[in-house]
């Protein structure tokens, strides 16, 4: 495996794409446990991440993960953007030395960082159901040697067996179950979105 800052660029191009396409699939999960925004908010945050882009036109990886970064605390309402800006501002820092990155091992180390950011910014452990349940699997698969599809296909859906602990949804308490988080889907499409820059 190897990505170069163009790989990143793509990857993260894809996911500005298929958030657009999933805008109303992601605001439909948030209506029945939050505010019923978080497809708008996202679609919102990748098109100032595209116009920033265009501005800007990092050349590293690192500078790229920075511009997403600053989009989506700037554009993204609710949770959502200081979550995701925080994951991506960590992984700005974690590849700061980085002209590209050769194995799973170190992507799931990266990616690792990022959680670590969500976790610290919301104060969310596994399960809490929030975006952790699908950004730590994903860690966690990356650094042993690989990342599926149906990995983060299952990360996603068992977010619907639980009982939300964080956010707007943690009110419901009970009631939340059934409902998988809209923060957890939409990091399943950038895991998603990741796979199709990371195999061959």
Do not use: C
């Amino acid at each position: 495996m190897n990505l170069t800052t163009e790989s990143i660029q793509t990857w993260l191009n894809t996911f500005t794409t298929a958030i657009e396409d999933n805008k109303a699939y992601l605001s439909d999960l948030d209506t029945p446990i939050g505010d019923g925004d978080h497809g708008n908010n996202m679609a919102r945050g990748v098109a100032a991440y595209q116009e920033a882009f265009q501005k800007q036109s990092p050349q590293t990886i690192s500078d790229t993960f920075k511009v997403l970064s600053m989009a989506l605390i700037s554009k993204v309402g609710g949770a959502s953007g200081p979550l995701y800006g925080s994951a991506f501002m960590n992984m700005t820092k974690a590849t700061k030395e980085l002209d590209e990155i050769t194995s799973y091992e170190a992507l799931g180390d990266i990616i690792a960082e990022g959680l670590a950011g969500i976790k610290q910014r919301g104060k969310a452990e596994f399960e809490d159901k929030t975006m952790v349940d699908v950004w730590q699997p994903a860690a966690e698969a990356l650094q042993k040697g690989g990342l599926s599809k149906s990995d983060i296909d299952t990360a996603e859906a068992h977010t619907s067996e639980l009982v939300a602990k964080k956010g707007r949804a943690s009110y419901l308490g009970e009631r939340a179950i059934g409902h998988i988080d809209p923060g957890a889907a939409s990091s399943a499409i950038l895991f998603k979105t990741l796979l199709t820059v990371i195999e061959p």
